[in-house]
């Protein structure tokens, strides 16, 4: 299924917690992003990173946080500052390649619910 | 900012009619254009997408049009079939700069038998 793994599956929080998502893909590709897709609102990205040790704020990253230690490998936490965090939440990687197929494949998803 | 607005958020059609989604992108400087879809409880995935040196693109039952004056593209699915029954992303970026993809709202394609 792509290469592009997300674990666990299902997550539950309590409020007031931290929580990581692992997101690991094998198909050395330079970028990886994070989305969140809530009922009716397609898919907003939280933070995307292009290579190693670099990431950038996407539309909504404001209580979410990201590192990108190994090209494999760019896990989200979910922080306690995060008002509403309650999603479906969606890692995607791609090449980079100008002018190249920049496809983003996506992972299976966590559904994270704040109880 | 950059935005893609997506019509209709939901689409019902009989079975073997055609179904048509529609896309309006903000940034001129857009020139990549990809569709995904995501069946219930499974992944986006690519079905078919289109840069701006190209008017239309075919695959079988889908084709993509793409008109860079007005900022519009469309996806075209003809002879509708139960497994079309899904939400559809239009999507526009860069592509020399692809980090950043900005999708559409998605619209729900329900197929009627």
């Known amino acids: 299924d792509g290469g592009i793994t997300q674990s666990p599956k299902y997550l539950f929080r309590k409020e007031g917690q931290n929580v990581t998502l692992s997101c690991e893909q094998n198909?050395?590709?330079?970028?990886m992003y994070w989305y969140r897709q809530d009922p009716g609102q397609g898919l907003r990205l939280i933070y995307y990173?292009?290579?190693?040790?670099?990431?950038q704020k996407g539309d909504i990253a404001e209580g979410y946080s990201v590192s990108r230690e190994k090209k494999e490998s760019f896990p989200l936490t979910v922080t306690s500052a995060q008002k509403n965090p309650t999603a479906f939440y969606l890692c995607?990687?791609?090449?980079?390649?100008?002018?190249?197929?920049?496809?983003?494949?996506f992972g299976p998803g966590t559904r994270l619910t704040v109880l | 900012g950059e935005n893609v607005e997506q019509h209709p958020s939901t689409l019902s059609v009989q079975e073997g009619d055609s179904a048509v989604i529609k896309c309006t992108y903000s940034?001129?400087?857009?020139?990549?254009f990809p569709w995904y879809k995501q069946e219930l409880g499974k992944r986006p995935q690519l079905i078919i997408d289109?840069?701006?040196?190209?008017g239309e693109k075919k695959d079988q039952r889908i084709a993509v049009t793409l008109n860079k004056t007005a900022k519009h593209f469309s996806l075209h699915i003809t002879e509708t079939q139960p497994e079309d029954s899904a939400v559809y992303f239009c999507?526009?970026?860069?592509?020399?700069?692809?980090?950043?993809?900005?999708f559409g709202s998605g619209t729900r394609l329900s197929i009627r038998p």
């Open positions: 995607a990687s791609s090449t980079l390649l100008a002018g190249g197929n920049n496809e983003q494949f």
């Open positions: 198909l050395n590709h330079d970028a």
């Open positions: 990173s292009q290579i190693v040790n670099d990431f």
């Open positions: 940034d001129s400087a857009s020139n990549y």
């Open positions: 289109i840069r701006s040196n190209v």
């Open positions: 999507a526009a970026s860069r592509y020399s700069s692809a980090s950043k993809i900005i």
